[in-house]
């Protein structure tokens, strides 16, 4: 993709640069820095130019609340082992609670069992304080963790909450997670108490999970104590579950208002879990402190949210994304939560729900966005949108032409801001940005603070060249540990081990001279194709215009005597064959939108692509299926959003 040639979708207005947040915090910068900031990439050079007085000019600006003082912003001398406002207290829940307004609800929520319900401050705040108060009376005290097999409800925020306002840690798991991966991720972290729900519903077909709760129980030794939220059926029991109590018997009325305890600013607020597909995921550990600089820094000042709108991303609890709702309320931001299938009655449900709830910021997935385009969905023309001021996308790079998509047929004055970044820094490297214009098929900017590159094989910044993803400089929402990892050795290896002392995501990317971003795919599923290497988000851009083919996925095998094996995989749209003119038609469009070297070896009708829980395309897994590993070493089924897909994979690996 020449940038030089994307073409320019959007700009933002005078009315939207005067009152956006990041002009604010340049006024006030200007002010206490001296600095006049005449455009967005001096902003950000000097925001990682100097990290450590960026982020302290961060923490005076939004007023954060230090209940003891730092001693030092910063603190250590190579990546990983920076310690950041050493010497504080603070709390991420004090936070949220700070932005309350009983003018507005603070939670609005909608299942596909459910009609849309609001939840005021004031409800929200007696049920937090509520089950803080249960929470201490079943000895759970700063530093325990408590852990949620719960849908994306208010249930999960409000027991969110609760246990990080004592200072207790969190972690969560959706309930389409399979038992053994819900084990996996659990049992790491020895948790004191569970929340679960007795099931769930997804394109309208109940599952009840109340085996898996009792199995979890038997299998995670150190619950003391477990809550089931009957969401499934009001009548749910307890029954067959042991040391469990119901969701509404845990409710006093006497419950005094709800306090925060301080903890220190490294002190871990939640664990979150890499996908797990061939291994035991990775308990990625954040900081309170991190977290919620971070937090205040990229809702402010890229994603512009302002106190009553109305913020959604479509996710569920065992996504970081879930994570990031909760974090909007920093911002003043009434959350939006929806429970269920985007896809159910049909693909206009989450657009429906947006007109609905009277959505301001809409974030939802790549692959749903391109799904919407291929369907032919256009819900500028059908649903009242006209409060949505922005759509974000994440999850996997955005092609190009479902940039256009949204501008044709969603809003054609809506502030695009794809973003990309991860579990491993609950957050975004690159992003939106008030200021400045949106490209076809381009991330607007690198996010302040974030000292991000793309590195060349010598490990060099280059410009207008793809490159391995890197950040230079410490973030203070980079993790501060894996849990039982204590001499940092899975740590290093995951993000450290190319470039000592330089943080390697993963990622292909793009830094365009002008400064926006172009995101190619995992760099560890990179095809590396007669010594050169291709991002497999190359082949998705351009095997995504065919309205023939609903999915695709596509691996490269390394054979003996410098041979290669590059199949692509292909879902056929409904009424669809994959005839001899077709593969001709995708070799076509590779070859004229890519190269040569992007044409596979053959092209395979499949049933379905595999997909992790959070929605990623298991190339890695894939490839390794076919390089002959058994299945158990491979992938691991618990972890995979729809197991079934693998066994096509297994089955073909046998006629290579």
Sequence with gaps: MKTETSPLLWQPDDALIRS????????????KEKIDFSDYHSFWEWSVADVARFWQRAAEYFEVQFHRPYEEVLQGEQMPFYKWFTGSTLNYAEHIFRMRDDSRPAIIFKSERHPLAEISWGELAGQVASMRLWLQEQGVQKGDRVVAYLPNIPEATIAFLATCSLGAIWSSCSPDFGLNSVVDRFAQIEPRVLFACDGYTYNGKPFDKREVVSALLERLPTVKRAVLVPFLDADATTAGLRDTVLWHDTFRADAPEVTFEPVPFEHPIWVLYSSGTTGIPKAITHCHGGNLLEHLKYLHFHNDVHPGERFFWYSTTGWMMWNFVQASMLAGATIVLYEGSPAYPDLNALWRFAEEAGITHF???????????????????????????????TGAPLPPEAFDYVYDHIKKDVWLASMAGGTDVCTAWVGGNPWLPVFEGEIQCRCLGADLHAFDEEGRPVIDQVGELVVTSPMPSMPVFFWNDPEYKRYLSSYFEMYPGVWRHGDWIKVTSRGTVIIYGRSDATLNRHGVRIGTAEIYRAVDKLPEIADSLIVNLEREGGNDYMPLFVVMAPGNRLTDELKQKIKATLRRECSPRH??????????????????????PVKKILMGFPIEKAAKRDSTKNPEALDFFVEFAKRL
């Design 20 to 31: 956006c947040h990041l002009t604010q915090f340049a006024e006030w910068l200007k002010e």
């Design 363 to 393: 974030g939802t997935s790549a692959p749903f966005l391109v799904a919407c385009m291929k369907q032919g969905i256009r819900p500028g023309a059908d649903f009242d949108l006209s409060g949505m001021r922005s759509i974000g996308s």
């Design 599 to 620: 044409v596979p070896d053959d092209i395979i009708e499949v049933p379905a692509i595999p997909y992790t829980i959070s929605g990623k395309k298991m190339e890695t």
